[in-house]
């Protein structure tokens, strides 16, 4: 397909001309698409209009060395659209670990500021998008992808926080900093969905191959934190499930 019907089905979708636009895609359920990701890119950018902002995941996928914004990959687990997007004249990216990459009007703001630990706070770039009132897409993702949801986490104050490390640059020395995460399989976060379709929340429909889902980040985060305040372990795995990520997250409950 041409970038141009590509952004028509975005557009149809709910895609807000000169918003903010967080996405999590996989090229493959999408495809074909002329240009490949670079033409999947250009159909986001044509969706979103000159005004708006396109931004997606960059972390390392390297914890174990120094990051470098300029010249260290994402993680390959981002897929290739975020690895082509990054390279692209005019896009900015985060100067730490957790690095975000976006265009746009506000994609300064968005990049911008120290690194945070743990790693999807408030004044994270997720947060940051969550403060603008940027919309998330779902495309060919699941919400195992959707990193908003650590937000509602942290602001819901779930107690779970497993080991993880990264390394950075002290003066031209590497240093390793250790943290807890608020992290698990994510499985779960797929109930997500339910919870948006019951309010009306969730635009659903094809984009290319895909199937994409839009919501407005502000709409999961309050969802999610309503029901996370109920049960703070919601969305992890139960012990009988022998799921040895959401078993880490259970066994860090009660640790100093």
């Known amino acids: 397909m041409a970038p141009e019907e590509i952004a028509a089905q975005l557009a149809a979708l709910g895609v807000g001309e000169g918003g903010v636009l967080q996405v999590h895609t996989s090229l493959r359920a999408v495809r074909p698409v002329d240009g490949g990701p670079d033409g999947l890119i250009d159909a986001l950018l044509l969706a979103l209009g000159p005004e708006g902002t396109l931004a997606m995941p960059s972390w390392t996928g390297d914890d174990d060395a120094v990051f470098d914004p300029s ?6 687990d981002l897929g290739v659209v975020p690895a082509a997007f990054w ?44 403060a603008l009132d940027g919309q998330v897409l779902l495309l ?10 650590h937000l509602a986490e942290l602001l819901a104050g779930v107690p779970y926080r497993v080991p993880h490390h990264i390394t950075v640059d002290d003066n031209g020395v590497p240093r390793r900093i250790d943290y807890g995460e608020n992290d698990c399989c994510c499985a779960r976060f797929a109930l997500a969905d339910d919870w948006l379709r ?17 919501f407005r980040s502000r709409d999961v985060v309050r969802l999610a934190v309503e029901r996370l305040k109920d049960d703070l372990l919601l969305f992890l795995h139960a012990a009988e499930d022998e799921c040895a990520a959401c078993g880490a997250a259970r066994a860090s409950v009660g640790r100093s």
């Open 87 to 130: 390279r692209r004249a005019g896009v900015l990216r985060s100067a730490h670990p957790f690095a975000w990459a976006a265009q746009g009007a506000r994609a300064q703001y968005i990049v911008d500021g120290e690194m945070t630990l743990p790693p999807h706070s408030q004044d994270s770039p997720v947060g940051r998008i969550h």
């Open 198 to 214: 019951a309010e009306d929340l969730l635009s659903e429909g094809p984009v290319g191959n895909a199937q994409a889902r839009l």
């Open 71 to 76: 010249a260290t990959p994402p993680d390959t």
């Open 140 to 149: 060919g993702a699941g919400h195992d992808a959707n990193t908003t949801l």
